[in-house]
């Protein structure tokens, strides 16, 4: 990056912090009276367990009214914006209610808040959500309580999927805002586009996109105010639902929209990996945003726990360069790759890997070619 494009993009952040802030001022004044009265909503992200260990994350952000997007460009880019620019809450306290146990823990100044309770309970033996409740104590929220799904991956299967959702999942044309940007900031859930032949092969995996024979989990640089937005695209087109690790990314001096993408993905996936010692996990990206590197990282550091690497080619050239070299380097590790415009001949493939076999006769089988450099 030259030093002018790197000014130039520092202005940029500076101008955008500094409207954020002007936003919320303003917000301040026009409510002045409410105080810490005002009435919050409490935002409850899918959580997931083992047999030890419960995590939740939420965040609190300041009650408004939903606006209705309607069918004009300008009301559904405001809409939109409206979802970016949420006024996060501190220092509100959050009680969790599940597995036997109540806890409560105070949103930070980002307004999140994480629990992580302690358990003794064995995995059941299929695939299955159970149910945790939060709620808010000395505030006014819209409901007393909020139900939250909490993923439980089935013992029986010893295998999931970790998944990105931009340009593998649904079509954003991450690649190109310039070109993309209706795209990006006006098109609705119910608009967007599933990348072609995902919905047969998550499918096709999960089985029931609502109570899915095998966790799935979703790794993105999106942004978690979009939480809400990509599950309803997911029910939409009946792809499986699991939960997510989105990034805390803004428009303030200290977060940038591609800050840390390549840590952040890498640092979520070695998370999952390290959640669930005893399974194996297809990973399924994009060459749009360096999954394939990613990825390599992953398979260098776990090996044979990363069953197979499904990569979405949207720019045509995944056999080449750098990224097929990449490719390459995982597949003499001994682990499956597959590349294509969509994922449509995927499905065969995830067929033959015969991934339901126990993780010990996964490694014995393609332990020499493990050992390749």
Same mark, same amino acid.
């Given at each position: 990056m030259t030093r002018t494009s790197f000014s130039l993009r520092q202005m940029f952040r500076n101008a955008f912090a500094d409207f954020e802030r002007d936003l919320d001022t303003i917000d301040d004044l026009l409510n002045e009276g409410e105080g810490r009265d005002r009435k919050v909503r409490l935002l409850a992200y899918a959580g997931y367990r083992n047999a030890t260990t419960v995590r939740v994350k939420g965040r609190i952000v300041r009650y408004t009214k939903p606006l209705d997007a309607g069918e004009g460009l300008l009301s559904r880019m405001r809409a939109m914006l409206a979802i970016y620019n949420s006024q996060e809450l501190p220092g509100v /306290? *959050?009680?969790?209610? %599940? @597995? %036997?146990? /109540?806890?409560?823990? *105070?949103?930070?100044?980002? %307004? @999140?808040?994480?629990?992580?309770m302690q358990i003794d309970q064995p995995l059941p033996p299929t695939t299955r959500w159970e149910q945790v409740s939060l709620s808010v104590l000395g505030r006014e929220t819209e409901t007393p309580s909020v139900a939250v799904p909490v993923m439980a991956p089935g013992a029986d299967q010893n295998w999931g999927v970790i998944s990105d959702i931009d340009d593998t999942v649904v079509e954003t044309g991450a690649t190109d805002f310039i070109k993309n940007w209706r795209r990006v900031l006006v098109e609705r859930p119910q608009d967007r586009l599933a990348v072609p032949g995902a919905a047969s092969l998550y499918t096709m995996i999960a089985r029931d996109h609502t109570a899915p024979a095998r966790a799935f989990f979703y790794v993105s640089s999106s942004p978690w105010n979009l939480y809400g937005f990509i599950t309803e695209f997911l029910e939409l087109n009946a792809i499986p639902h699991g939960p997510m690790f989105l990034k805390d990314y803004g428009i303030d001096r200290s977060k940038f929209i591609d800050s840390g993408h390549d840590e952040h993905k890498l640092a979520a996936i070695e998370t999952i990996l390290a959640f669930y010692p005893d399974f194996r996990f297809l990973l399924i990206g994009d060459n749009g945003q360096r999954d394939v590197a990613i990825y390599a990282k992953a398979v260098e550091d776990y090996g044979l726990r990363v069953a197979g690497v499904f990569i979405r080619d949207v720019e045509g050239a995944c056999r080449t360069g750098p990224e097929g070299a990449l490719l390459a380097a995982i597949e003499a590790r001994g682990v499956p790759t597959y590349c294509g415009a969509g994922f449509e001949d995927a499905v065969a493939m995830v067929k033959s890997l015969d991934l339901d076999r126990p993780l010990e006769a996964a490694r014995a089988i393609v332990a020499p070619a493990s050992d390749l450099p």
């Open positions: /306290t *959050v009680r969790i209610e %599940g @597995y %036997g146990q /109540t806890h409560q823990e *105070v949103s930070d100044d980002e %307004g @999140y808040f994480e629990f992580e």
